[in-house]
């Protein structure tokens, strides 16, 4: 039997994605936006946080089961920014173009360009949960400052994997899915949901 279950996210991508490992454990996943429900304030300091927030602000309007992921990059010469603020880092309104030069200006006095994607996934029965199931991922990398490949959204093209010799934005997405944090993250919400 299948069961019902909201995304807290209308980014076509993460829809596929979470569909397609949630339907091995029973869960048929719907966009946000299919329920007309609003984007969730996003105020917290911690990825957790937030997550949790748009889970219970979905689950809330709707009634049901919700997921939600909050994600970003996080650089270690800079304690940890982008961090939360990963999607507006070089202000109102959202650019990718803007936050990569940020980012990159930002670290460049610094030696150390390691960074690392994180992602925090939230599952909730229902919008009072008390045990929300949460799952994370992390996939390390460097920032490098000249963009490569075409795919990916965000800081992909400047997000550098040494152990593969290329960029997020180089991979194919079934690459991406296999190693990334999101990816990571979603395998282990499924086993602990199992």
């Not at 982008?82 to 070089?90: C, F, I, L």
Request: aromatic content about 8%.
């Amino acid at each position: 039997m299948t069961r019902k279950l909201v995304l807290a996210s209308n980014n076509a991508g993460k829809l596929k994605e979470f569909r397609e490992l949630l339907a091995t454990v029973g869960f048929d996943v719907h966009a946000q936006g299919e329920f007309n429900v609003p984007e969730a304030e996003e105020p917290h300091v911690t990825f957790v946080e937030n997550a949790l927030a748009k889970a219970r602000h979905a689950s809330r309007i709707t009634g049901l089961p919700a997921l939600a992921d909050d994600s970003g990059v996080c650089a270690t010469a800079l304690g940890g920014a982008p961090g939360v603020y990963s999607a507006r880092y070089a202000g109102e309104p959202k650019s990718d173009a803007r936050n990569n030069e940020k980012l990159i200006a930002d670290l460049e006095p610094h030696a150390d360009k390691s960074a690392y994607y994180y992602c925090a996934l939230v599952f909730v029965r229902h919008a009072d949960d008390p045990q929300p199931v949460i799952a994370e991922g992390r996939w390390d990398g460097e920032i490098i400052a000249e963009a490569r490949g075409q795919g990916g959204f965000g800081y992909d093209p400047y997000f550098w994997i040494p152990a593969l010799g290329k960029t997020v934005a180089e991979l194919s997405a079934e690459e991406k899915n296999g190693l990334s944090h999101r990816g990571k993250a979603l395998r282990a919400l499924v086993e602990k949901l199992k």
